[in-house]
């Protein structure tokens, strides 16, 4: 069994910084891609940075400059360094992560963490 736990959320006021930790535990597995996403009440997640184990990197436009995702490989788990937030940064952010066990890829989520930013 894979678990992704997620840390780092919380409050900060606008302009500040916060950086998202999301680890994966068990055995048996890889790691392909991983991500991080984010979720407004009523709406659907969308990507906010993806990363793939060879490094490659995607950020949604309006996050770029001001979020810097990365991972370490050899423990499993995914960052997201976020600088200059502002109060519509404000959501629930969930890391996703494509890992194999016996030769298949399964799509797992994190229990998410509340960021809110203050104005």
């Known amino acids: 069994q894979v678990q992704l736990v997620e840390s780092g959320g919380g409050l900060v006021q606008a302009g500040g910084s916060l950086r998202l930790s999301c680890a994966a535990s068990g055995s048996g597995f890889s790691i392909n891609a991983m991500g991080w996403y984010r979720q407004a009440p009523g709406k659907q997640r969308e990507l906010v940075a993806g990363?793939?184990?060879?490094?490659?990197?995607n950020y949604v436009d309006s996050k770029k400059g001001r979020f810097t995702i990365s991972r370490d490989n050899a423990k499993n788990t995914v960052y997201l360094q976020m600088n200059s937030l502002k109060p519509e940064d404000t959501d629930v952010y969930y890391c996703?992560?494509?890992?194999?066990?016996?030769?298949?890829?399964?799509?797992?989520w994190g229990q998410g963490t509340q960021v809110t930013v203050s104005s």
């Open positions: 996703n992560a494509f890992v194999v066990v016996s030769a298949y890829e399964y799509s797992y």
């Open positions: 990363i793939t184990s060879g490094g490659r990197i």
